[in-house]
């Protein structure tokens, strides 16, 4: 059974830092695409980097590129989303998920597993 479970999230004062963590089992990690997405209320999900294990490419899309920065560590089986300068507008909910299609897309309908999310909120 394909599994993500985010962690890491929390309350931040903007100008802050967090760093969520995404822990896969269940599938096959080192051929992976794994992208970072967040949904904000009442707004559509929006894709923000993904990372190719195998290769360790990655691709960000324009909101997330000099702030916020994917990688990954094989050993654990996790991805990270480390994020800088946050502002209010980052409040949203987090969500991992994986592909089956090997493609770095930050297109949410190509992927195929989704983690329960987590919340990050900014105080301003």
């Known amino acids: 059974e394909v599994q993500l479970v985010e962690s890491g999230g929390g309350l931040v004062q903007a100008g802050g830092s967090l760093r969520l963590s995404c822990t896969a089992s269940?599938?096959?990690?080192?051929?992976?695409?794994i992208g970072w997405f967040r949904q904000a209320p009442g707004k559509e999900r929006e894709g923000l980097i993904c990372?190719?294990?195998?290769?360790?490419?990655?691709y960000a899309a324009h909101s997330a590129q000099g702030r916020f920065t994917i990688s990954s560590d094989r050993a654990k089986n996790t991805v990270y989303l480390q994020m800088n300068s946050l502002k209010p507008e980052d409040t949203a909910v987090y969500y991992c998920?994986?592909?089956?299609?090997?493609?770095?897309?930050?297109?949410?309908?190509?992927?195929?597993?989704w983690g329960q999310g987590t919340q990050v909120t900014v105080s301003s």
């Open positions: 990372i190719s294990i195998s290769s360790g490419g990655t």
């Open positions: 998920a994986t592909t089956e299609k090997n493609v770095a897309s930050l297109y949410d309908a190509l992927y195929d597993y």
């Open positions: 269940g599938f096959t990690f080192d051929n992976s695409v």
